[in-house]
Structures are given as structure tokens and as C-alpha cells.
């Protein structure tokens, strides 16, 4: 997974101490490779937990048995894809 977002150091306070990511920081992590396998039609390879988390946060969807992100869901990854330039 990439990193999200990076200190003025250059890197995150968790890859400098050590710490665990949070739950939160791990889900924002998963989501562009989750939105992937959703285009790829590929569901299955995403864990079912992690789906039950985007559905609770909003950030997707169920639209006529298909997953899709939701505007906020698009908002997020927007931002993500956005850290990675």
C-alpha cells in the first residue's frame, strides 16, 4: 500500500515510530485498490469486512446488486489519487 499523506519530514508519524496504522488510515489506504478490483468487476477479492466498513462510512453503495462509490466515497479517492501526484 502507498502512503496517504506524509509529514514536512517526508514521511508519516506511524512509519517513524513504528506504530500501527489506525483503522481509519488502513480503510483510506485500501480504497483505491478496492475501487479497482470494483472495476475489474473482481468484488471477491475484496474482504467482506472491508466492505461492510465502506457501506458504514458511506463511501460506497449498493446500486442494483453492484457496489459503486458514493460522492463521498469519489471524493475521498479523489483526494487520495490526488497524494499520489
Do not use: C
Not at 15 to 26: D, L, V, Y
Not at 63 to 83: I, P, Y
Amino acid at each position: 500500500m502507498t502512503r496517504v499523506r506524509a509529514s514536512a519530514e517526508g514521511v508519516d508519524a506511524g512509519a517513524r515510530t513504528g506504530a500501527p496504522k489506525s483503522h481509519a488510515q488502513f480503510l483510506r489506504d485500501s480504497l483505491l485498490p478496492t475501487v479497482e478490483f470494483l472495476r475489474q468487476r473482481q468484488a471477491s477479492q475484496v474482504g467482506h469486512g472491508l466492505i461492510a466498513d465502506y457501506l458504514a462510512l458511506d463511501w460506497l453503495e449498493w446500486d442494483g446488486g453492484t457496489l459503486r462509490l458514493t460522492v463521498t466515497g469519489r471524493n475521498v479517492r479523489d483526494q487520495l489519487r490526488a497524494g499520489r501526484e
